[in-house]
């Protein structure tokens, strides 16, 4: 309930789940600074059509196209991260695609003690139809899970 409320405080609208996913140590990783979401584990479209013409285009000279975003933190703090695609090659040839967040990751890890093998989950909603990402830890009880968004 606590996001929600301070969603709705920032008047944010179109709340929508993205992602729940187990961190992988790549996500808690100082040295890789960022948080994967691959595209086949993507709950819903969280991206205007507009929005993901942009990350396909790939303007910057690495060749991936950024937008900054406001994050709400599990600990409700707000900042700002930047929202990349990424094509990850693999040693066959194919390639695998993701969004990821990078830039202030290992900030945001760090303040929110995120650990490999725990749970969050992370959703998307827009304040004047500007894309916004909420990070919710998700929290084990004996009889499954339970969420406080």
Not at 134 to 139: F, G
Not at 143 to 149: C, K, L, P, R, T
């Amino acid at each position: 309930m606590k996001f929600r409320k301070r969603i709705r405080a920032l008047r944010g609208s179109g709340i929508a789940l993205v992602i729940q996913k187990c961190l992988f140590k790549t996500d808690v990783s100082s040295g890789h600074n960022r948080l994967s979401i691959p595209l086949n584990q993507i709950r819903q479209t969280f991206l205007t059509p507009q929005e993901t013409e942009f990350l396909n285009s790939g303007n910057n000279e690495k060749k991936c196209s950024e937008m900054e975003v406001m994050l709400i933190e599990p600990s409700l703090r707000r900042d700002t991260i930047n929202l990349r695609k990424w094509e990850m090659k693999k040693a066959s040839g194919s390639a695998t695609s993701m969004y990821v967040l990078v830039g202030k990751w290992n900030s945001v890890a760090w303040r929110n003690a995120l650990r490999e093998d725990e749970t969050v989950q992370l959703w998307s909603f827009r304040i004047n139809s500007k894309l916004c990402l909420a990070l919710v830890k998700r929290r084990a009880k004996s009889n499954g899970y339970f969420i406080e968004f």
